[in-house]
């Protein structure tokens, strides 16, 4: 443990929360104090699923885990950092972990619990919000880490632990009686997570919409039933019962999936908001005045919890840990891999690929690591 310290020199990029168009990068004089660490994040992936941090930020509190300047927000990452400095007993410096960052260089945290493992930080702000998030795991005690893997886990781990979480949260509800699971943004990384997993159980028919510029990727990856660009969803039958599972969150899309199928409609999934700029605008906007039932917002952890209480958390683990090695297999495998990994580094970089991301103009076979070293 270091007991002597330095103040040492971070960069944050920053947002505004009613505005994710403006952004700016911010210099912070930061120190650990008693019982904190500093770390230098190294890398982080940075996808459409950190805007939809962004879009929900207030409704769910990710705001909340790194404080930033009025008006402002600091979208969190998930990433791979290095301990600079450490005035805590049981962490020392240079120990590696995996977890939840801002975007930013670097950060202090505050261990709490700490273990082989890792640890949970325990910072007063960060206590009132799910542990999921909270927690930190050292590179070395974790059995699904590969150092030559970092990337995929940066950009799919967290995907897919919600992709699990639904697979799991529909096969536990019978699927509310469906036959047929729908899913908007089909080619996102979460979509696609959650209809490979559906796949393998083979109980329901799996239907993917999407932009037509991504029809064709979406229909390679192999797991979707019948794949139908967004201006076509008024072909499918509208007397097959199916679920909606919405990773777009576009009001339009979800407007025209329940005016479609109405009654056979069996229940509404609000999941992701890669459409962001065409979210809901409130309460009175998220399925009062629509045909079937309303649409509920999908809360990962609230599963966690469930299914930490069923199985225990030590089976929860082991499923999910199966499930990700039959993942990475397609992931993994040359001929039929299909994420092309690009990495950069800089302030520069980290705007110009927020940028794009934000206008949707990232494509479903690439995923982004960065640095604002």
Known sequence: ?????????????????????????????????????????????????????????????????????????????????DVLQSRHAAIKPGERFYGYFPMSNHVVLQPERPSDAGFIDGAPHRKPLHAVYNQYTRTTADPGYDAGREAEQMLLRPLFITSFLIDDFLADNDYFGARAVVFS???????????????????????????????????????????????QAHA???????????????????????????????????????????????????????????????????????????????????RLAEAWRQFMVPVSDPARGWLRVIEDRGPTAVERVYREVLAGRAKPDEGHILSLL
């Open 1 to 81: 443990m270091t007991t002597q310290t330095v103040a040492t020199q971070s960069l944050d990029f920053l947002v505004r929360r009613d505005d994710f168009h403006t952004c700016k990068l911010a210099p912070a004089l930061i120190e650990p104090q008693p019982d904190q660490v500093l770390l230098r994040i190294d890398k982080f992936a940075l996808t459409s699923n950190n805007i939809t941090y962004a879009a929900f930020g207030d409704a769910m509190s990710y705001w909340n885990f790194f404080p930033a300047p009025e008006g402002w927000g600091r979208i969190p990452v998930w990433g791979f950092a």
């Open 185 to 231: 943004s089909a080619s996102s990384k979460t979509a696609y997570g959650t209809a490979f997993l559906l796949s393998l159980r083979k109980t329901v028919e799996i239907i993917g919409l999407t932009s037509p510029g991504n029809a064709a990727f979406t229909e390679r990856l192999g797991c979707y039933s019948r794949v139908v660009a967004y201006d």
């Open 236 to 318: 499918l039958p509208t007397d097959l019962p199916v679920v909606y599972v919405d990773m777009a969150g576009s009001r339009d899309v979800r407007s025209a999936v329940h005016h479609h199928f109405r009654e056979n409609l069996k229940y509404s999934c609000a999941v992701g908001g890669t459409h962001w700029n065409a979210l809901d605008g409130g309460a009175s906007d998220t399925g009062a005045k629509l045909p079937g039932p309303r649409p509920t917002l999908f809360f990962a952890p609230a599963q966690i919890k469930k299914r930490s209480v069923d199985r225990g958390a030590g089976g929860l683990q082991t």
